[in-house]
């Protein structure tokens, strides 16, 4: 079975520019979130997301948004980076009722 | 202002012998608590969790206890293999709303 996938793994990107972060996850949870991990510390809540709703958003600038698809996939925007946005972000998903969530392994992305 | 603390930021521990992580919590109201353990380059990986209305739950050789009054949960892993060392986080969440509050990590460290 597949886990989460999160793509790209790696990504280098320059200060203002935009950025999409693309996440899939395991086949019928219908749950994403995002986390923020930055070196040194544990991961921040930015995004969760159910059945293509928004239910919960961390305390994150607008410059960060995200969307749940119909087939549950998911995206991350960041927009007018900065080098502060540098962190690896990750992607989980969840079952229905269920509180282990499982995470991809994560987009490292820098900022320069 | 951290709701949820690791306040050791590594431990070093022999093989065989028994480790014991610490994570204690200033929010009252979160009542479901998880840990994770993390590899380099990789994503979190859910190891076991408790709720509130428990003080243990054990799953092979991990062990979790919860004390509500001291706010203070450990991990209890017996006996440690060389497998084990990696970063661990303690995080914590309400069930109302999924979203995980997640300390700093502890890197764990088997010594042969």
């Known amino acids: 079975d597949a886990g989460v996938t999160q793509s790209p793994t790696h990504l280098i990107k320059t200060r203002g520019q935009h950025v999409t972060l693309r996440c899939s996850p395991i086949?019928?949870?219908?749950?994403v979130s995002w986390y923020q991990q930055v070196l040194g510390q544990g991961p921040q809540f930015i995004f969760q997301?159910?059945?293509?709703?928004?239910?919960g958003r961390g305390n994150f600038p607008d410059r960060f948004s995200a969307r749940q698809f119909p087939n549950y996939s998911s995206e991350l925007n960041v927009n007018a980076l900065l080098l502060g946005d540098s962190a690896l972000y990750l992607c989980?998903?969840?079952?229905?009722?269920?509180?282990?969530?499982?995470f991809g392994s994560g987009t490292r992305l820098t900022v320069v | 202002d951290q709701q949820v603390k690791q306040n050791s930021p590594s431990l070093s521990v022999q093989e065989g012998r028994i480790s014991i992580l610490n994570c204690d919590y200033t929010?009252?109201?979160?009542?479901?608590f998880l840990w994770y353990k993390k590899y380099p380059a990789e994503g979190p990986t859910f190891l076991i969790s408790?709720?509130?209305i428990k003080d243990k739950n054990e799953d092979g050789r991990f062990t979790v206890f919860l004390n509500k009054s001291a706010k203070h949960l450990s991990l209890h892993i017996v006996p440690s293999q060389p497998g084990d060392s990696a970063v661990y986080f303690c995080?914590?969440?309400?069930?109302?709303?999924?979203?995980?509050?997640w300390g700093a990590g502890t890197k764990l460290i088997i010594k042969p």
């Open positions: 929010n009252s109201m979160f009542d479901y």
């Open positions: 989980a998903s969840r079952p229905t009722g269920v509180y282990g969530y499982t």
């Open positions: 997301y159910y059945e293509k709703e928004e239910r």
């Open positions: 995080a914590a969440s309400r069930i109302s709303n999924y979203q995980l509050i």
């Open positions: 408790i709720s509130s």
């Open positions: 086949s019928g949870h219908k749950s």
